[in-house]
């Protein structure tokens, strides 16, 4: 973590969290540490399962993990665009059904999708609150919403639908 500190130091506008499953989130009190000031946007859903180490699975693996500092956590609305830097915003775009707690983040040129889409991956739906039929649903609207968008997702390379 130390060693992002220089590049992010005075441009870190929010933490754009994709949902709050342990392993996406085990480095937020480390960062939130360092930047105290930092908010967290995630859904309502994000924000009772960063409280609670058995929705985020944490109490199942490694350390169990609970966010120190709720009160940085701001919840957003289903699309609501948030401003980060002058002409950079983010359309926060909920795509439930691997967690409730997911968000798609929707750049100019790129999306957001931690594990609601991951490319030529089969979404992973065998978890407490996951939906098979809802993921699938959500697959769907986010390959819409990438097409001409470079594609992040929570567990694979940079991928374009366009190449």
């Known amino acids: 973590m130390q060693s992002i ?24 009190n480390g960062l939130l540490n360092l930047f105290p000031d930092v908010p967290v946007l995630t859904n309502q859903s994000g924000k009772e399962t960063l409280a609670d180490d058995k929705l985020n699975l944490s109490r199942y693996h490694e350390t169990p993990f609970v966010l120190e500092r709720m009160q940085n956590v701001c919840v957003v609305d289903d699309n609501q665009l948030i401003d980060l830097f002058g002409d950079i915003s983010a359309q926060a775009v909920y795509t439930p059904g691997h967690s409730p707690c997911c968000v798609t983040w929707v750049l100019h040129d790129a999306i957001f999708t931690g594990d609601s889409y991951i490319p030529g991956v089969k ?7 996951a939906d098979k039929a809802l993921a699938q649903e959500m697959e769907e609207q986010i390959r819409q919403l990438a097409v001409g968008r470079h594609i992040y997702s929570g567990h694979s390379p940079l991928f374009n639908d366009n190449d």
């Open 5 to 28: 500190v220089p590049v992010i130091s005075g441009r870190l506008a929010g933490v754009l969290l994709t949902h709050a499953h342990f392993d996406h989130i085990y480095g937020l």
């Open 123 to 129: 979404t992973v739906t065998n978890l407490p609150h």
